[in-house]
């Protein structure tokens, strides 16, 4: 006997089931019309850290992003909970389009390509004149990477109080490149030279170098009251530790009240390797604006890497530096062999 009001359970309740099946689920998301805008200032593990008018909250990507990645440096909508008070999580729901990306890959024959950050303006290439030595092929590949991404490329020299910087410097004047030359004696004492603040100011800048060569103590002189851990080089490979872990934004303090709004800069992981995989071989010349020129005279379709390559007496003539050629050279090499595979 079926029974009635408030007595029944759910043995008494008649269920029907649809002919036509449940009802799909909509594919309408909602648009967030409300959410804040933020900035992206770190990521670990699924965990972003944003900063959202004035303070930094902790969020997680929305499942309606799906794959698409959200980096250092991203400008990003964001809603939930926005105090930033402990335990809170909100969400980005979205990511606005990025005004620049800066990418590598692990090597040249990597398939897979990593966003380093997004929306900067200039790419402080960071080199230590000794301890460990300096590397000018990692800076061709950076210099390639960042004309590619749109970038402007900024020459940092370090550690100036144990080499000389002259011969280096010398090797890139045809280029024309901005640099600063920092040593840590006056760095410890004075802070960073006028000259590196001055090219910083008002802009996004992307600092990258090998592990050891000094980027965060760098930062942590531009930005003092946020101090990042700092290591050595090892004796017995001349390599630097892996110290800094993860991409991380700050904003530079203005010189007049220490406020933040100067500028930003994003201290990163050290790097082994600057894989160009993701760049077309016709572009990689564009970084070698000192050889480009000549080039006029190259065979039709010339790869710049065989016999009748019009780079070699240009080479000869003395308008550039031969050891220039020999790096381009090298890129090639590499990147063709990936074609090739």
């Not at 649809?18 to 900035?39: C, I, N, Q, V, Y």
């Amino acid at each position: 006997m079926r029974r009635y009001g408030k007595h029944t359970d759910e043995d008494d309740i008649r269920v029907r089931p649809s002919r036509r099946g449940t009802r799909p689920r909509t594919h309408t998301r909602p648009k967030h019309e409300d959410a804040a805008e933020g900035r992206v200032l770190t990521v670990d593990r699924g965990r972003l850290t944003v900063l959202v008018e004035g303070r930094t909250i902790t969020a997680m990507k929305a499942r309606e992003l799906g794959r698409k990645g959200v980096v250092v440096g991203d400008i990003v909508a964001v809603v939930g909970d926005l105090s930033g008070a402990k335990d809170t999580l909100a969400r980005v729901v979205r990511v606005e389009e990025r005004a620049s990306v800066l990418r590598r890959t692990a090597d040249d024959n990597d398939p897979y390509e990593r966003i380093i950050v997004a929306n900067a303006d200039q790419l402080a290439i960071v080199t230590a004149l000794a301890d460990p030595e300096p590397r000018p092929r990692l800076i061709d590949r950076c210099l390639v990477a960042a004309f590619d991404a749109g970038l402007e490329p900024l020459l940092v020299l370090t550690k100036a109080d144990l080499a000389p910087a002259q011969p280096l410097l010398d090797t890139y004047a045809p280029l024309g490149l901005r640099y600063a030359v920092t040593d840590r004696d006056r760095l410890a004492a004075d802070g960073p030279p006028e000259e590196l603040r001055a090219m910083l100011r008002g802009l996004t800048t992307v600092f990258v170098g090998h592990s050891g060569v000094g980027k965060t103590t760098l930062v942590n002189s531009l930005v003092p009251e946020r101090q990042r851990a700092t290591g050595d080089v090892n004796a017995v490979t001349g390599r630097g530790r892996h110290t800094t872990t993860a991409a991380l934004a700050l904003p530079l303090p203005d010189e007049d009240d220490g406020e933040a709004g100067d500028g930003w800069v994003i201290d990163t992981p050290g790097v082994r390797s600057f894989g160009l995989n993701h760049i077309q071989l016709s572009r990689v010349i564009q970084a070698f604006p000192d050889l480009e020129p000549g080039t006029a005279e190259c065979p039709r379709a010339c790869g710049h890497n065989e016999p009748g390559c019009a780079l070699d007496a240009w080479v000869a003539e003395g308008h550039a530096d031969p050891a220039r050629l020999h790096s381009l050279r090298r890129l090639l090499e590499t990147r063709e062999r990936r074609e090739g595979d």
